[in-house]
């Protein structure tokens, strides 16, 4: 069982490149969130997804783009990297929202865009 | 928009003090959860509170959600080296699957 597991671990892009995100959970979980996390701004929400095939849109969703095409995959792309997307990228997920709703957060994208 | 906000941003204690964040929210919560991060990992669940005025015990962690159920907060008492770390309050925004989380409060514990 390896909970929520995230690819790569680290990455570099140049202005203007393209890349894609991948999420992957073994638990069976129906929601699926992407976020990202500055220095000084806790995580904020991109999309998220309460079930396979749909998406909607979070806090901060401009210049992102997901997919749920598989209910244990969920993927982030960026179309055209800015440097201001320079973040750490966690996935997470969690059950349908029931007594307890903890999410569980994979170890996380380091993405630098020069 | 829906906002969660969490003093102090920082906080360093000597091992064996004392330590409370506070979460206070510009809306009212059906429910708050607690997160820890490791410098360096990834966000951990801790708690979830549900009920106005609730109060939760994990070891020397102390969780309490307000009586308006707007704030909340976390109390380490006697920390140690081990509780460093940032903590994290979240939110569901009213009607959706959407947690907001604050900004967090960075714990450095000096031996």
């Known amino acids: 069982n390896a909970g929520v597991t995230q690819t790569p671990k680290f990455r570099v892009l140049k202005t203007g490149q393209s890349m894609t995100l991948l999420c992957a959970q073994d638990m069976n979980h129906e929601y699926m969130y992407w976020y990202r996390q500055d220095p000084g701004m806790g995580l904020r929400l991109i999309h998220y997804s309460v079930g396979e095939g749909t998406t909607a849109k979070g806090e901060v969703p401009d210049g992102y783009n997901v997919s749920r095409l598989k209910k244990q995959n969920f993927l982030l792309g960026l179309e055209s990297a800015a440097p201001s997307q320079t973040s750490v990228y966690f996935c997470?997920?969690?059950?349908?929202?029931?007594?307890?709703?903890?999410?569980?957060f994979g170890p996380g994208t380091r993405l630098t865009v020069l | 928009g829906q906002q969660v906000m969490q003093i102090p941003q920082y906080q360093h204690v000597q091992e064996g003090e004392d330590f409370t964040t506070y979460c206070n929210s510009s809306?009212?919560?059906?429910?708050i959860q607690w997160y820890k991060q490791r410098p360096g990992g990834h966000p951990v669940f801790l708690i979830q509170?549900?009920?106005?005025?609730e109060v939760k015990k994990q070891k020397r962690l102390t969780f309490q959600f307000g009586e308006a159920k707007k704030n909340s907060s976390l109390h380490i008492t006697a920390t140690q080296t081990t509780d460093v770390g940032t903590y994290f309050c979240a939110g569901p925004t009213s009607g959706t699957y959407k947690y907001i989380f604050g900004t967090g409060t960075r714990l450095k514990v000096l031996a």
């Open positions: 809306t009212t919560l059906s429910n």
């Open positions: 509170l549900v009920k106005s005025g």
């Open positions: 997470a997920s969690s059950h349908r929202q029931g007594a307890y709703n903890e999410q569980f």
